[in-house]
Nanobody
Framework: VQLQASGGGLVQAGGSLRLSCAAS????????MGWYRQVPGKQRELVAR???????NYADSVKGRFTISRDNAKNTVYLQMNSLKPEDTAVYYC??????????WGQGTEVTVSS
């Protein structure tokens, strides 16, 4: 399974970006898809995740601003990021987890929010 993340870039505070994570397989076969982020010197942290059934979880820091969604027909998971803040600056990674314990990571896409 390969995951291809895209959509990062430079944006001003208050702006929006949409990240995409395209999978090489039918994402309906992957139990949970998620977005994580990491800044230098810190651990990778969960941003948002969505289950096959559509249940979602968000980090407290992004609730109300970010929305995760999945398009099974396009085998793609999205992260819509609104009202971006400088503290959202990080490398964002998508992750897939199967019920059999397999974990797949995509390459990172960098998001920079300027103040």
């Amino acid at each position: 399974v390969q995951l291809q993340a895209s959509g990062g870039g430079l944006v001003q505070a208050g702006g929006s970006l949409r990240l995409s994570c395209a999978a090489s397989v039918n994402i309906f076969t992957i139990d949970t898809m998620g977005w994580y982020r990491q800044v230098p010197g810190k651990q990778r942290e969960l941003v948002a995740r969505i289950t096959r059934g559509g249940n979602t979880n968000y980090a407290d820091s992004v609730k109300g601003r970010f929305t995760i969604s999945r398009d099974n027909a396009k085998n793609t998971v999205y992260l819509q990021m609104n009202s971006l803040k400088p503290e959202d600056t990080a490398v964002y990674y998508c992750k897939g987890s199967s019920g059999l314990g397999y974990v797949y990571w995509g390459q990172g896409t960098e998001v920079t929010v300027s103040s």
